[in-house]
């Protein structure tokens, strides 16, 4: 096993798949000569040749509806767009045709592409660059929406989802790009989408989370065993539609206390969601209300006031700390 | 027509400011921490907005994209809320909070340049639809490079801004790159201008490097529009001397290619000439350079004097 970058497992994944399967193709803005702008696809080109690697002109409606033919008619793609906050331009075509086509077309059809794209703060990167805006793909009936946390799920997320029958959006939290190294096994490794996993086991308070907010949650519980004691259970979603309620909904019964996490403004958020399930399930086992630590309902402030907007450990021990008191 | 010699001083001066401004961008940037993110600069093409700009009026309207500084600056901005506004202070024309990419100058009839690529040009028919609503003497102008031309809103803002032939003007800088990709990796047509007839607009094709002709190309696209005449494509050849941002090592631009380039810079172009008619004096020339360095030395002092907008200035101007 290789300790790898996040960038480096997920270049593994979508290498690994390529050799297996002749009907993956990758496309997108410099994702070939260049390697792309965060190298993600650096190699591929080099190994697979024009044909299986495309530079695309700059045309995200485009790319995104390139990709829906393809997959209609048998190719796996994988487009990337170099920004999450530029799939707006071709939203109208994940929203209106790749969400869709399955149940359009009697399920005689449906959409196997991945739509990769980088995500989220904390790169001191500008507005469009540096944004979370999973929910408006997770809202989508149709879609899947995955965000992986680590290199090794991330692999393992990827290969799942280019084999995936249906079209998967698969956020990669740019500030885990390079953040830390991880195992990774070069044989090959699957994630079911649609599961969570418990990042850490406790039983006096529930945190959710996923992505980048993860390892912050997963500070922040290590501190409040440090100092108070406190045993919190960390549950990482790994995928934000369809969600897994089961685990978390089993760990409030536990607990009768949760947080939730995430850089995504507030309203209407993944957390909203997670909260509406938990009091729909679990109501009878809450001991305080649910709360959530997220990005507030602005714009992604420029570098200076980053940290004031993303979910930092002080914010999310507080929160816990509210919750334990209630 | 002849050029005055006023506006041709006019444009040597913002070219000067431009190249001056974001020389000093390039030595921030090195410094670490001082202007985090993305740094966009013109170099080598300052004579695209120069020019065009030098063609406008104050209520004309400017729609930009993310190499905006010289556009913004030749419309008549403040260098020290632009160089604010670059180091994220609370005394950017955007209050600090949007930084190189987003500026916004509405003083100066600048109100949006976005880093969407290609998201400006239906901006910008929908403000000329307004001009024309209005019956303002005034056109608007839409910035954008080669790459934008491959988007969908630039044929649907074509076929528009034609079919209710609006007061607009159409400027793209073909520098010859989009990111890492080449004019020919992107594009089969050999030039920009050619997409005009699709449109049933003039396509001009100016060289880019050449401020005078970019003055006069625009000129007679603001008259025709101000006549009712419709919409121009103004395509201006040039070339982007450095990499797509300041981090791009510009490992897949030739070498040659640049230097060959860089003989080609239009500042001296223009200096040269308006020294050789007798316009401008060594010592005139000198002045010159030396007031500009004063404007962006102060703009930098002005930057780093001002304060990072407070936590809660977030709130400003928006509702939550
Ligand atoms: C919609 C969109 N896609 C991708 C990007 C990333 N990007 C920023 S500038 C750029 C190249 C643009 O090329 P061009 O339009 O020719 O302008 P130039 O940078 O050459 O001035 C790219 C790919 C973006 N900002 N917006």
């Known amino acids: 096993m290789a300790k790898m970058t996040m960038v480096q497992a997920i270049n593994l994944a979508l290498k690994q798949e390529m050799e297996k399967d002749d009907n993956v193709v990758v496309l997108g803005e410099d994702v070939g000569v260049d390697g792309g702008v965060f190298r993600v696809t650096e190699g591929l080109f080099e190994q697979f040749g024009e044909n299986r690697v495309m530079d695309t002109p700059l045309a995200e409606a485009g790319i995104i509806g390139f990709s829906i033919g393809m997959a209609l008619y048998g190719l796996k793609p994988v487009c990337e767009i170099q920004f999450s906050g530029f799939t707006y331009l071709g939203f109208h075509q994940l929203e209106s045709h790749a969400a869709r086509l399955r149940g359009r077309s009697a399920g005689r059809f449906t959409v196997p592409m991945v739509l990769r794209a980088p995500y989220g703060g904390g790169v001191r990167a500008l507005e469009h660059h540096s944004e979370s805006r999973e929910a408006y793909f997770a809202h989508t009936p149709g879609l899947k929406m995955v965000i992986p946390s680590s290199p090794r799920n991330a692999r393992a997320l990827l290969v799942s989802a280019i084999r995936d029958p249906d079209p998967v959006v698969y956020f990669e939290p740019k500030a885990l790009y390079r953040a830390f190294r991880e195992e990774v096994p070069e044989d090959e490794e699957t994630m079911e989408l649609g599961r969570s996993r418990i990042a850490r086991e406790g039983k006096d308070i529930t945190l959710i989370s996923y992505g980048a907010m993860l390892h912050e949650t997963m500070q922040a519980a290590s501190a409040l065993h440090q100092k108070q004691g406190i045993e919190a259970e960390v549950i990482d979603l790994m995928t934000i539609a369809p969600l897994d309620d089961a685990l978390f909904i089993e760990s409030a019964r536990k607990t009768g206390r949760v947080v939730v996490i995430h850089e995504a403004p507030r309203s209407f958020g993944p957390g909203a969601e997670v909260a509406v399930r938990l009091v729909e399930k679990s109501f009878l086992y809450l001991e305080a209300p649910i709360r959530r630590v997220t990005g507030f309902d602005l714009v992604i402030p420029l570098f200076q006031r980053e940290k004031a907007y993303l979910p930092g450990v002080d914010r999310i021990v507080r929160a816990v700390r509210e919750t334990l008191d209630f | ?320």
């Open chain 2, 1 to 320: 027509m002849e050029v005055a010699k006023e506006k041709k001083i006019e444009m040597l001066r913002s070219m000067l400011l431009t190249r001056r401004f974001e020389e000093t961008l390039t030595e921030l940037c090195k410094n670490e921490g001082k202007i985090p993110g993305m740094m966009i600069l013109c170099t080598g093409q300052e004579a695209v907005g120069s020019g065009v700009c030098a063609a406008l009026s104050p209520e004309d309207v400017i729609i930009s994209n993310h190499r905006s500084h010289n556009h913004l600056l030749t419309k008549g901005a403040d260098p020290r809320a632009i160089m604010a506004e670059i180091y994220g202070k609370s005394t950017g024309c955007n209050k600090g909070k949007s930084g190189t990419l987003h500026l916004a100058v509405p003083e100066v009839n600048a109100p949006c340049t976005t880093t969407v690529v290609g998201g400006g040009l239906p901006i910008a028919v929908g403000v000329a639809f307004s001009q024309q609503y209005k019956k303002e003497k005034a056109v608007t102008v839409c910035f954008f490079g080669d790459g934008a031309a491959d988007e969908g809103s630039f044929h649907e803002s074509l076929n528009l801004a034609s079919l209710w032939s609006l007061p607009i003007v159409f400027v793209c800088e073909n520098n010859l790159y989009a990111g890492a990709q080449r004019y020919e990796e992107h594009t089969r047509v050999k030039d920009i201008a050619d997409r005009a007839s699709a449109y049933a607009m003039p396509g001009e094709i100016v060289d880019g490097n050449d401020v005078l002709a970019v003055y006069e190309a625009a000129r007679t696209a603001r008259e025709r529009a101000i006549a009712g005449n419709g919409p121009t494509l103004i395509e201006c050849k040039t070339y982007r001397c450095r990499g797509h941002g300041e981090s791009d090592h510009q490992l897949y631009q030739p070498k040659d290619e640049i230097a060959a380039w860089q003989e080609k810079c239009p500042i001296p172009r223009l200096s040269d000439e308006v020294f050789a008619l007798g316009l401008i004096t060594a010592e005139e020339l000198s002045a010159l350079e030396a007031e500009i360095g004063a404007v962006v030395q102060e703009a930098v002092r002005f930057a780093e004097e001002s304060p990072y907008p407070k936590p809660e200035e977030a709130l400003e101007d928006v509702f939550v």
